[in-house]
């Protein structure tokens, strides 16, 4: 009772649960420039809409007088996420539209593309299926590569209790590709544009490489820097938080396509942030170079202090051929030496029983510090046991 009488009385606008850029692009493409004065229905909070100029600002959808920008104007008649149209016209620019028409109409539908029922032989053949379509950069690529992969069975197989087939047993929501399909050729239409694509190669490292760059493009505000080891997750780095001492970790999730490839990017760019029972997760992520972040917006480079990421990023060093009993011996009882240790050498100490190998992740400012303090204790232990 006292939970039902604690909720609203009727549910949020969902202008106010999101970033209003859409409405922003929609009233600027109207002539209405001073959105501060607009009677909204229900307004946005001030930092929102502060936050939503600022983050347009940095997509070149407007420019430093607010005014539309060419790039802003498609947004607002493509009328989706302005990252996507963002990452839409680099596409363009870097002739590999369809591509990006495709990954834009996976995103999409991205949380609902794999499916499995609740008991572990089912989950384990869904967890196989995503590593088939796996690809080491990420889950982008490994969106892509699932609508392929569709595309191709359907062109082939017309008859639609084949296809559903087809994606029951790759554990594959066939209903979300068909909606990602009709987003894809909905867009494709809008920026008349004709889909070509090949179908007979895989996707290759020069096209993949500008779908990436495509990608920053348009998400280079959603990035997130290592810790080391996957336990250790990802900092994420926000223009709006600089002046926090704790800036959010986030972990990723085992499904993801770099941890089936186990891959861990110093840097990657996200799709979505979730909290789920007080723990951060990032999700569709794909590892990123950090020379193309000095390619966007040089005012967001300067807002998360782009120079000195480098700095913050975790570097490491690999302690080989130690030993099964000397490494539990330094990780101790239920890790309790392990804890007090990467406390020490603020550090984190990754431990590899099968390859006898003690991995240690720290900034690099501290690196050699926390290095010495690993060997001596490896040492102490190895003279306990001679």
């Given amino acids: 009772m006292e939970t039902y009488e604690a909720m609203d009385a009727c549910s949020r606008a969902e202008i106010l649960c999101t970033q209003p850029t859409i409405a922003i692009l929609k009233l600027k493409h109207l002539n209405i420039d001073n ?29 430093s007088q607010g005014k539309m920008t060419p790039l802003g104007q498609n947004m607002a008649r493509l009328d989706i996420d302005p990252r996507l149209t963002a990452m839409l016209y680099k596409g363009q620019e870097l002739n590999c539209l369809s591509y990006t028409l495709i990954l834009a109409g996976m995103l999409t539908v991205s949380q ?7 008991d572990q032989e089912s989950k384990d053949t869904a967890t196989r299926a995503r590593a088939a379509f796996s690809h080491e950069s990420g889950d982008h690529i490994t969106l892509i590569n699932v609508y392929l992969k569709w595309s191709i069975f359907c062109v082939n197989n017309k008859n639609k209790k084949q296809q559903n087939t087809w994606c029951k047993n790759n554990s594959i929501n066939a ?47 959603n990035l997130a820097i290592s810790n ?11 223009a709006f938080s600089q002046m926090s001492n704790d800036p959010a970790v986030a972990r990723v999730f085992r499904t993801s396509s770099l941890c089936l490839n186990d891959q861990m990017p110093k840097y990657v760019f996200f799709n979505e942030l979730l909290n789920l029972n007080g723990t951060n997760y990032i999700t569709i ?6 020379d193309w972040l000095k390619s966007v917006s040089r005012s967001w480079f300067t807002a998360v202090n782009g120079d000195n990421l480098q700095a913050i990023s975790y570097e490491s060093c690999a302690f ?11 990780v101790g009882k ?32 501290n690196l050699e510090k926390a290095k010495k303090i690993v060997q001596e204790v490896i040492q102490k232990e190895n003279n306990n046991y001679s």
């Fill in 35 to 63: 959105i501060e004065s607009f009677e909204w229905l229900q307004s946005p909070p001030a930092s929102s809409l502060h936050e939503a100029c600022q983050i347009l600002l940095w997509l070149n959808a407007l420019d």
């Fill in 112 to 118: 609902n593309v794999w499916w499995s029922s609740k």
């Fill in 175 to 221: 209903k979300s590709l068909q909606l990602a399909q009709n987003f894809i050729r909905e867009k494709a239409k809008q920026m008349d544009h004709e889909i070509e694509l090949c179908y007979s190669e895989e996707l290759n490292e020069d096209i993949i490489g500008r779908i990436l760059q495509c990608i920053t493009a348009g998400n280079f505000m």
């Fill in 228 to 238: 080391g080891p996957f336990r250790a997750g990802y900092q994420i780095i926000s």
């Fill in 285 to 290: 992520l794909s590892s990123s170079n950090f």
């Fill in 320 to 330: 080989e051929n130690i030993g099964a009993t000397l490494l539990r011996a330094i």
């Fill in 334 to 365: 239920r890790n309790c030496n392990l804890n007090k240790l990467e406390e020490t050498a603020q550090a984190v100490i990754d431990i590899d029983y099968k390859q006898s190998r003690l991995t240690i992740w720290s900034r690099k400012v």
